[in-house]
């Protein structure tokens, strides 16, 4: 289980960004996790959930896309992605391919709600 | 609303310091190998005959990390070479910050080999760089011959299987074969090796290993300094 480490990471890399953005709110950070990256998706948003609580950032949702295991066809050329374990090409039935991708643990993107400060939610009544 | 694209690793931080790990690794010319295996495939053992077989000379030195204890540094100690414990105290893996204060006293300078023996765990070490030249994973024959398909993202990452507890395979129905087809599906370029560091069996496959390592990988250093970068 370091999936809680990762969310941190995660969270890490949100702030670096959000002290660029004065005033702003951070509401989907967005994931992409291969099915070889070694990390359980289920287990990352439930600790980045937990972690998201200790933050001034409460709506942040984590978005995780899910990348398969891709190969390259030495013969033809294709990228394909594998399944049930077959590295055949499907084009053109070769056996010599090459891995292509699906080890993916990156920071895909964020998106943030700009001048959120200015929000009239957030005007003190005299 | 606006949208950032990112596009960097997740774990950028720990891949900042394991390439500078590297650097220094290939600065000082020393091989580090991280053994990984799930907790009980026999890594320490494996290190004990892997150490008792060098001669004192041998420029090498192993960082072994375990959740407490210290326990496999003073079982590797008595082979006279420097042996330093990386206590997590409860994180399940590696990382490269732990690497980098481990060796903050000790001089690179007079060693030709680094093994670093990682936590227990079959999947979280396979995340966490630690500026290596490889992966060793190490399977035992009584964990069973599936263990590549449901955990495949330390076989992938990993140029090395151990096979290692071979002394056990006539009490256990563990196949052989299946067990490196297994492997060599989630990594069709893996080598594989088979050991008994009990009865010593295949321990000059592992030895030659290190060796070929050890030399493919000055080689690869004298080719980077040969050819400057071109501009």
Same mark, same amino acid.
């Given at each position: ?19 660029? *953005?004065?005033? $702003?709110?951070?509401? !989907? ?16 948003? @439930? ?22 295991? *891709? ?24 056996? /010599?391919?090459?891995?292509? =991708? ?25 | ?13 720990? /891949? ?8 220094? +690794? ?26 008792? =077989?060098?001669?004192?000379?041998? !420029? ?7 959740? /407490? ?8 100690? !008595? +082979? ?56 060793? #994973? ?23 299987? #151990? ?15 299946? $067990? ?26 592992? @030895? ?18 040969? /050819?400057?970068?071109?501009?």
């Amino acid at each position: 289980m370091h999936e809680m480490g990762i969310a941190q990471s995660i969270l890490d890399a949100v702030a670096a960004e959000m002290e660029k *953005r004065p005033g $702003a709110m951070p509401t !989907r950070i967005g994931v992409r996790i291969g099915e070889l990256a070694g990390v359980n998706p289920e287990a990352l948003d @439930f600790g980045f959930t937990a972690l998201v609580l200790e933050t001034d950032w409460a709506a942040l949702k984590l978005e995780i896309t899910s990348v398969p295991r *891709r190969q390259r066809c030495l013969t033809c050329g294709n990228l394909f992605c594998v399944r049930d374990l077959e590295y055949e090409c499907p084009a053109c039935q070769s056996s /010599q391919t090459t891995f292509a =991708g699906g080890d993916e643990l990156e920071l895909d993107y964020l998106e943030v709600e700009e001048n959120h400060d200015a929000s009239p939610l957030t005007i003190q009544s005299p | 609303m606006t949208q950032v694209p990112l596009q960097s690793k997740v774990l950028s931080e720990n /891949q900042r310091i394991a390439d500078s790990l590297r650097e220094r +690794f290939a600065a000082n010319q020393v091989l580090c190998i991280n053994l990984v295996s799930s907790p009980g495939s026999g890594k320490t053992t494996l290190l004990e005959r892997t150490l008792e =077989g060098f001669p004192p000379e041998t !420029r090498v030195a192993v960082l072994t990390g375990d959740i /407490q204890t210290e326990r496999d540094a003073e079982r590797l100690a !008595r +082979f006279g070479f420097p042996v330093k414990q990386i206590t997590t105290g409860g994180i399940c893996h590696l990382d490269g910050r732990m690497i980098e204060r481990a060796l903050a006293d000790w001089p690179l300078e007079q060693l030709d080999l680094l093994l670093v023996e990682n936590v227990g765990n079959l999947v979280c070490p396979s995340s966490y760089d630690l500026g290596e030249a490889a992966k060793v #994973v190490v399977l035992s024959v009584t964990e069973g011959e599936e263990k590549p398909l449901k955990y495949p993202s330390m076989f992938f990452k990993s140029e090395l299987l #151990v096979l290692n507890k071979t002394d056990l395979l006539k009490y256990v129905p563990f196949d052989m074969n299946a $067990a490196k087809e297994n492997a060599r599906k989630i990594h069709p370029e893996i080598e594989i090796i088979e050991v008994s560091s009990l009865t010593r069996d295949g321990m000059n496959e592992w @030895f030659d290993w290190l060796n070929r390592k050890r030399h493919s990988f000055l080689a690869k250093l004298n080719t980077e300094t040969s /050819q400057p970068q071109q501009k």
